[in-house]
């Protein structure tokens, strides 16, 4: 058989959406709020909650890097970061950070129960998940890093992590 690379024709979206959202606080940069849509759009993320400094649709360079996805998964925006988790933790939701800290686990040894329902927080580009947010997470993930640097784009970090966290939910 050849390969032959397919078109955007031929692509058949899922019909589920799992039970995993974005809490993405402070971001600071449009492109990466447009990522996030993408990443969510493409890996089956439930919704997407914005709070603090993030950027909301309609924005052009949301849109732009998104390539409309935001129309497609559903979100929500508030100032208080906090008062979205106490929401979302009376609702049943895990909160799960993503940071390096000195009691983060690797994202690979997230434990996903089955019918567990996943938050994952995302932080700023430059300061990361706030203190206030990782002290009312229940579970901090970093991705392991192999080079110099100790840090990588919100935008990437968050594929890496929605990747590992779908895969639980998929075994």
Not at 1 to 28: E, T
Not at 128 to 150: K, Y
Request: overall charge neutral; hydrophobic content about 40%; proline content about 5%.
């Amino acid at each position: 058989m050849k390969n032959v690379q397919l078109d955007h024709s031929g692509h058949r979206p899922a019909p589920r959406r799992f039970a995993l959202c974005f809490l993405a606080h402070d971001i600071g940069i449009a492109m990466n709020v447009g990522s996030l849509f993408r990443i969510a759009d493409a890996l089956g993320v439930e919704a997407i909650h914005l709070s603090g400094s993030s950027p909301v649709p309609p924005d052009g360079k949301i849109r732009k890097t998104s390539r409309a996805t935001e129309q497609h998964v559903p979100f929500t925006y508030g100032k208080d970061p906090l008062e979205i988790v106490r929401r979302l933790k009376e609702d049943g939701w895990r909160i799960v950070s993503l940071e390096l800290t000195t009691a983060s686990i690797d994202v690979r040894r997230l434990a996903v129960a089955e019918g567990e329902r996943i938050c994952l927080i995302l932080g700023s580009e430059n300061r990361g998940v706030c203190q206030e947010l990782l002290d009312a997470s229940d579970v901090t993930v970093h991705i392991p890093m192999l080079g110099r640097n100790s840090s990588m784009n919100v935008a990437t970090a968050c594929a890496i992590a929605t990747y590992e966290i779908v895969r639980r939910f998929l075994e």
